[in-house]
């Protein structure tokens, strides 16, 4: 196992009833700027309900924030805050609206060009706290530091990781999550699938622990994902996902072991130039990321193979080929396509991605940093 540092600050408040909670969590006196996405939270009752347990405190609205969230909705936000000298955020949302909200807290305080904070990975020393309710079961963003933006107007998006902006507490109602429509249910489930790839399918470190973990979780999302398609308002199983997709990125998993995330670098470009899904994005490129390096991932792919897909005879070769495509099966059996092709991308985007890997310094990848810009060009050629 790898030598690490563990450390997540962040208060979960899990369960049916929570937002009614929030109140204590947040600082006696702040001024609140609730943020928030496209409406949904206005249509279900969730910000509504929100307010009412926020009782007495101060608070204004900032709503708009899209899905991948643009830097261009975020700086608004950013000068409404400003000011309006808001103290506390508090985001009600899916992993955009809780990435935005990080973005916005980083970028008050932030002295000079905030878009440095992505593009330079410019250091803040300060980051305005914030809350989160989550209404998304996918990112993990309500129990981790990372947040991914997107600029419009120059096709970037780029993600930016710093423990200022932990969310002080997420709620984590299970219940909020019965009104998504299936493709974002779906999209959750793949997601959090890769994040546990992108920690668990590297090469063995010897961390037993956080290897069974994962296979715990994976196991979970392959049992409960389909039933949450199949029963959107059973509450079991909705606890169950939720819960798995915060544990697979909330640092557990990936303490002390290597990490891959290839698969999330060439996705987000193709997030950037052609709008997919960000899970979209992942069930394209995971399948022909595995294929491309199987070889060099084999140790962990075989014990992938045996513990999550029960994969136990034939050869090697035949067990690794085995898991990959059982892997592209439940994602398609999700209704997430798993190729190119399946969006109405062809060959001719290839290029155009690779050179924006290129533009971005995506040029050594992966958990050997050997994923170069022709290996990043097979993988896609490989998902078309
Ligand atoms: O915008 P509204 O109207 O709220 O609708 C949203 C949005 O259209 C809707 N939705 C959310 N909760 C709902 C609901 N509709 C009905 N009922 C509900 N309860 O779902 C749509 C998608 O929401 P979004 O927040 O975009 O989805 P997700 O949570 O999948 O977040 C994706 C973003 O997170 C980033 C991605 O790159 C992408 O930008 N990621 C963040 C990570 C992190 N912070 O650690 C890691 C991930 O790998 C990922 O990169
Ligand atoms: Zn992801």
Not at 225 to 245: D, F, S
């Amino acid at each position: 196992m790898q030598n690490f540092v563990f450390h997540n600050p962040t208060r979960i408040l899990f369960g049916e009833g929570q937002i009614a909670a929030i109140g204590p969590e947040i600082p006696s006196g702040a001024r609140v700027l609730i943020t928030y996405g496209g409406g949904s939270v206005v249509k279900t009752g969730t910000l509504a309900e929100v307010k009412a347990a926020l009782g007495e405190t101060d608070y204004l609205e900032f709503g708009g924030i899209e899905p991948n969230p643009t830097y261009e909705t975020l700086m608004q936000a950013v000068e409404l805050a400003r000011r309006e000298k808001v103290d506390f955020l508090l985001a009600v949302g899916g992993g955009s609206v809780i990435d935005g909200t990080k973005f916005i807290a980083a970028a008050i305080p932030f002295e000079g060009e905030p878009w440095d904070i992505l593009a330079k990975q410019a250091p803040i020393t300060s980051a305005v706290p914030f809350g989160s309710v989550l209404t998304l079961p996918a990112t993990g963003s309500e129990m981790n530091a990372g947040s991914v933006i997107t600029r419009r107007a120059t096709h970037d998006k780029l993600a930016f990781i710093h423990p200022l902006v932990f969310p002080r507490f997420s709620v984590l109602d299970p219940t909020k999550t019965y009104t998504l429509p299936p493709r974002q249910v779906a999209n959750g489930i793949v997601d959090a699938f890769v994040h546990i790839a992108e920690q668990y399918l590297t090469y063995p470190a010897d961390a037993k622990v956080q290897d069974r973990f994962a296979e715990g979780l994976l196991l979970t999302l392959i049992e409960e994902g389909p039933k949450a398609l199949a029963e959107p308002e059973n509450y079991a199983v909705r606890a169950n996902l939720m819960w798995t997709a915060t544990l697979a990125l909330n640092g557990l998993i990936g303490a002390g072991v290597p990490q891959d995330w290839a698969t999330h670098m060439v996705g987000h470009e193709i997030t950037a130039l052609h709008g997919l899904d960000h899970a979209q994005t992942l069930a394209v490129v995971l399948p022909a990321m595995l294929q491309v390096r199987r070889f060099d991932k084999r140790g962990k792919l075989l014990q992938y193979a045996e513990r999550v897909w029960g994969l136990r005879d034939g050869d090697v070769d035949a067990r690794i080929g085995a898991a990959i495509e059982r892997t592209r099966d439940f994602f398609e059996s999700l209704q997430v396509p798993t190729r190119l092709s399946g969006y109405g991308i062809g060959a001719e985007a290839i290029p155009p991605l690779v050179d924006q890997l290129e533009r971005h310094g995506m040029t050594a990848l992966g958990e050997r940093q050997d994923v170069d810009l022709a290996r990043s060009r097979q993988v896609l050629e490989l998902a078309l």
